[in-house]
């Protein structure tokens, strides 16, 4: 913050001196002074007065922050076909959008899908602190509820067998032998082509993102839920986090 001052000062200074040169065209090249340049590095003092102003607001964010909303006793990391971060965040995600489905949509979500490029780090075994999700999950991303036919949803499933990426799932089993779709299902059940879907994922994703171009056949729907937060609200909820470790994505022969 302090460089911030600093740079703006000099910003200020220069075009101040650029008016000056401009308007007074009888300035002597004689009058022209060198100035040492300045180096804007961490060696710079900090600016004492400002530091005072945001010291209360640093601690109060700093406790709030550190505050403990969960425990876990294994490591939550995102490797894997079937991480257990991953696997988590997704069934977060499906709860999340489920329940407001049913509340404002008289709906049921009937699976939910994130991308493990979203999930930037890993919680470790212990406490889980406030931080550790706006460090998993530092993006501004919105829960948004595709629906699509059960027929479009062979985009998805085709998706997942040509790229055989991690990208956690709830309520969906994909199944590829080297390379080549064998088994889809959801809720454990085959898909009907005719019967609308439900499908539960991130502003990003439904907006095409990660090539993920199948949710441009559905109808996208806003809930105004914040990912983030939804997390931040189920840790809250479990005082012990018990992630399922369950075989979602099976790429079998994957190279």
Request: charged share 25%; net charge neutral.
């Amino acid at each position: 913050m302090k460089n911030k001052f600093i740079l703006l000062g000099i910003a200020l200074a220069t075009l101040s001196g650029c008016k000056t040169a401009s308007s007074a065209s009888s300035i002597q090249l004689s009058e022209v002074k060198i100035q040492k340049n300045i180096s804007i590095n961490n060696e710079l003092k900090n600016d004492e007065e400002f530091a005072k102003i945001i010291e209360p607001y640093k601690l109060k964010l700093d406790k709030e922050m550190n505050q403990k909303i969960s425990h876990t006793n294994v490591d939550l990391t995102k490797q894997g076909d079937n991480s257990n971060l991953g696997n988590l965040l997704a069934d977060y995600t499906f709860d999340g959008a489920d329940e407001w489905a049913k509340k404002n949509l008289q709906k049921n979500v009937d699976a939910a899908l994130i991308n493990i490029g979203g999930i930037r780090t890993t919680i470790g075994k212990g406490d889980i602190l406030l931080k550790s999700v706006f460090e998993v999950m530092p993006f501004e991303n919105e829960v948004i509820i595709v629906k699509m036919k059960g027929s479009d949803l062979q985009g998805l499933f085709d998706y997942y067998a040509k790229t055989q990426v991690n990208n956690p799932v709830s309520h969906l089993y994909i199944e590829t032998n080297n390379g080549q779709l064998t088994k889809s299902l959801i809720n454990g059940k085959t898909v009907n082509p005719t019967q609308d879907y439900y499908i539960a994922t991130s502003d990003y994703l439904a907006l095409g993102g990660d090539n993920m171009k199948f949710f441009s056949k559905g109808e996208s729907i806003p809930t105004g839920i914040k990912l983030r937060d939804l997390f931040i609200d189920y840790f809250k909820k479990s005082p012990e986090v018990v992630p399922n470790t369950d075989v979602r994505l099976n790429f079998i022969g994957k190279k």
